[in-house]
């Protein structure tokens, strides 16, 4: 499914440009690096995927009426990390897949090594990224702050922790301190509020760093993005239970089976779409105080609903 619809040309940069700016990025480290590792780089962040974090970076920047230039360097960063991310979760110590974006997963198609050093090699080159782009040291040091925060163990890594210790309850120390364990609501909340959720925030709030933004805007651009950053994250669990592997170009129906914390585990599949339903609208209603330049935003929100892969 394309992001935006046909009808919509002057989205085709924001779309295109994301894969442009980070083969650029990769060609400069390329004559630096093993080739092997180079390779594997490539070869994982130029695969076909949807890259929408970068994308709501640049139509964040837009919407509040700046120079895409400005957040091209945040917007490669968001995409570098998210993939790292993916390589690593790929793996055998973790959900152990061989397939992403329709094709062999990064382990597989090199080996466990390359897989872990690219992924590794993807964190820094993300901050490089930022320093290497066009903003200013206040926004720049910002831009990094947010993006370590949302990647790091408030966010993206300490969500997944989470997520894998409910896989193996029984086999991992996960002991709630006091002995009081949370309800699974809270729990699925609190692990996809950071495992997903965060860098699907920090993308827009990079795009209104870049941009400048008032603090007001910056607070209806974070609650747009908290907003389809869970939606995000109930529809795949609903891909995973509805879909197939032809059509998401990873393997599902793997979630209920290893034991996941998943919004139709807990709230079944009804509820969990009128949840989305629910927080997609939340997220249009964020955007309200802002005029047209806001369309891309409200295309992605709607296209998170209803999304195939
Ligand atoms: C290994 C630290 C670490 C974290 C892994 C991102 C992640 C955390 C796990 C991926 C597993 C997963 C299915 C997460 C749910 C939502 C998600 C992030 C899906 C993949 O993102 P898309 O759909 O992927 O944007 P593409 O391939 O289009 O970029």
């Given amino acids: 499914m394309r992001l935006f619809g046909s009808h919509a040309p002057c989205r085709n940069v924001i779309i295109s440009e994301p894969y442009s700016q980070l083969r650029l990025r990769l060609d400069r480290f390329a004559q630096e690096s093993p080739k092997r590792l180079a390779d594997a780089l490539e070869?994982?962040?130029?695969?076909?995927?949807?890259r929408l974090r970068p994308v709501?970076?640049?139509?964040?920047?837009?919407t509040l009426g700046a120079n895409?230039?400005?957040?091209?360097?945040?917007?490669?960063?968001?995409?570098?990390?998210?993939?790292?991310?993916?390589?690593?979760?790929?793996?055998?110590?973790?959900?152990?897949?061989?397939?992403?974006?329709?094709?062999?997963?990064?382990?597989?198609?090199?080996?466990?090594?390359?897989?872990?050093?690219?992924?590794?090699a993807l964190q820094?080159?993300?901050?490089?990224?930022?320093?290497?782009?066009?903003?200013?040291?206040?926004?720049?040091?910002?831009?990094c702050q947010v993006l370590a925060w949302a990647a790091?163990?408030?966010?993206?890594?300490?969500?997944?922790?989470?997520?894998?210790?409910e896989e193996n309850r029984s086999q991992m120390q996960c002991d709630e301190p006091n002995g009081i364990e949370e309800p699974p609501e809270k729990r699925l909340d609190s692990i996809h509020r950071r495992k997903t959720g965060a860098m699907i925030e920090a993308s827009v709030i990079l795009g209104a760093i870049a941009a400048n933004a008032t603090p007001e805007c910056r607070t209806a651009?974070?609650?747009?993005?908290?907003?389809?950053?869970?939606?995000?994250?109930?529809?795949?669990d609903l891909l995973d239970?509805?879909?197939?592997?032809?059509?998401?170009?990873?393997?599902?129906?793997?979630d209920a089976a290893?034991?996941?914390?998943?919004?139709?585990?807990?709230?079944?599949?009804?509820?969990?779409?009128?949840?989305?339903?629910r927080w997609v609208a939340e997220s249009l209603a964020a955007l309200e105080p802002f005029n047209h330049q806001a369309e891309g935003l409200r295309q992605i929100a709607k296209y998170i609903l209803e999304r195939h892969s």
Avoid: W
Avoid at 124 to 142: D, N
Avoid at 221 to 234: C, D, E, M, T, V
């Fill in 152 to 165: 790091g163990i408030r966010g993206m890594v300490g969500g997944q922790m989470d997520d894998l210790l």
């Fill in 221 to 236: 651009l974070a609650k747009y993005g908290r907003g389809i950053g869970i939606a995000f994250q109930i529809v795949d």
């Fill in 56 to 62: 709501l970076c640049l139509l964040a920047c837009e």
């Fill in 124 to 143: 820094p080159m993300a901050f490089e990224s930022i320093l290497g782009g066009r903003l200013e040291p206040p926004a720049l040091v910002e831009s």
């Fill in 43 to 50: 070869y994982s962040l130029l695969a076909p995927g949807k």
């Fill in 68 to 120: 895409l230039e400005q957040a091209l360097g945040n917007a490669c960063a968001l995409e570098m990390i998210h993939c790292y991310s993916l390589i690593h979760d790929d793996l055998p110590a973790m959900d152990d897949d061989d397939l992403r974006r329709g094709r062999p997963t990064c382990h597989r198609q090199f080996d466990e090594a390359t897989a872990i050093l690219a992924g590794d």
């Fill in 241 to 254: 239970v509805e879909s197939t592997r032809e059509k998401t170009g990873k393997a599902t129906g793997k």
């Fill in 258 to 277: 290893r034991g996941k914390l998943t919004f139709p585990g807990v709230y079944g599949i009804t509820e969990s779409r009128q949840m989305a339903n």
